[in-house]
């Protein structure tokens, strides 16, 4: 599950890097009115939507999908919270919607699926809670996702050409509530008890919890523990400073000029969860076990909004917490995870080590510590 995990919170969160090329030789279907493209939008939702792992396999040799998006699909198949969503999750394409010009043609698809973000909150982190939560829930209760299908056509073939666009659109919103949920199943490392995330209302201090985290009482910078040893994220000053999309790139290239030669923008509006961002940029470590996230809200307002969301239990473990009214710094770590949260006006920040080597959590705190210089 840990690996799940991992490569679903990287992947989920930087679909805009991802190739879309799915390509398909279903022909028009004159005799019936149909469409071909609603052929090849019907075979690629019902994978997607079904998160059935025999037909997300069969998508790359029958449509051509690209592998790496199904090995996104795949991923999602393995999680237990996805899983749980998508099995009560039914879909209907829209045939006034078809769209046939000489060489593009599209469709819209809706899908139905159940609230997750309010069974998520009525679980408050307990995975059986959830699944609880989803079967009891009242269609009248779900959530329609309308999704466009968009395709070029050359000699009656259909090129489904924006798969990373429509996975966005479905998937991005669900992992942005989804992917911060403690696994169902607790992983057993190489030696050593079996660790479990921590619980938000414990006050206890966790393995991982520095003796001493104090909250900062003024605007310019937190009171400073002392540094960890490797492995162990550190609570570093933080400050308020102006985020841009070049001091995001230069942080990440104080610590991995290769993952800063890779940051993409979204380009586009979207919703994570209530608020809307503008733009946001993302990289990654070669190995996907470190990502690096800024988003651009449209406004200030939906940047605390969804910055105090995410930090609003932390306070108790975390190893950095700094809330101001207009800027924040939390960071905490759970077992082999390093989770972090930086606002400044309407541009939050996320950094997060996906794996417990001392390398790559360092490079959590080091990011953050060339943010903040």
């Known amino acids: 599950m840990k690996s799940n995990l991992k490569k679903l919170a990287c992947l989920v969160l930087s679909f805009s890097m991802i190739a879309s090329a799915a390509a398909c030789s279903k022909k028009k279907d004159s005799d019936k009115g149909s469409s071909g493209c609603t052929e ?61 010009k000489k060489k593009k043609a599209s469709c819209e698809a809706t899908v139905k699926l159940p609230d997750y ?96 985290t104090t909250k900062a009482t003024d605007d310019t910078t937190s009171t400073t523990a002392p540094a960890g040893p490797a492995g162990t994220l550190k609570d570093i000053p933080a400050k308020k400073v102006t985020v841009t999309p070049d001091t995001f790139t230069a942080a990440i290239r104080a610590v991995d000029a290769k993952a800063a030669d890779g940051v993409i923008s979204f380009g586009s509006e979207t919703n994570v969860g209530d608020y809307t961002v503008t733009d946001y940029y993302s990289a990654q470590q070669e190995d996907w076990n470190v990502l690096y996230i800024c988003y651009v809200f449209k406004t200030a307002e ?54 417990g080597s001392a390398e790559n959590i360092d490079k959590v705190s080091g990011f953050f510590e060339a943010l903040f210089a």
């Open 302 to 355: 939906d940047a605390k909004g969804y910055f105090d969301t995410y930090t609003e239990y932390m306070e108790s473990y975390a190893t950095s917490y700094v809330v101001e009214a207009d800027w924040g710094y939390v960071a905490y770590q759970s077992g082999d995870y390093a989770f972090s949260y930086y606002l400044s006006d309407n541009y939050l920040v996320t950094v997060t080590s996906l794996d």
């Open 40 to 100: 090849v939008a019907d075979t690629f939702l019902d994978a997607v939507v079904s998160l059935d792992s025999k037909k997300i396999k069969k998508l790359e040799k029958n449509l051509g999908i690209d592998g790496e998006i199904v090995d996104a699909l795949t991923e999602f198949a393995e999680n237990d919270y996805f899983t749980a969503v998508m099995e009560k999750a039914s879909y209907e394409i829209d045939e006034d919607s078809v769209s046939e």
């Open 117 to 212: 973000e309010a069974a998520f909150e009525d679980a408050d982190g307990d995975y059986d809670d959830f699944v609880d939560a989803i079967d009891g829930q009242k269609e009248k209760k779900y959530q329609d996702v309308t999704l466009t299908l968009e395709f070029e056509v050359e000699d009656d073939e259909y090129t489904l050409t924006n798969a990373e666009d429509v996975l966005a659109d479905l998937y991005e919103p669900m992992a942005d509530v989804l992917t911060s949920a403690p696994s169902p199943k607790p992983t057993e490392p190489t030696d050593g008890p079996v660790t479990t995330d921590p619980d938000p209302t414990d006050t206890e201090p966790t393995d991982t919890e520095p003796t001493d």
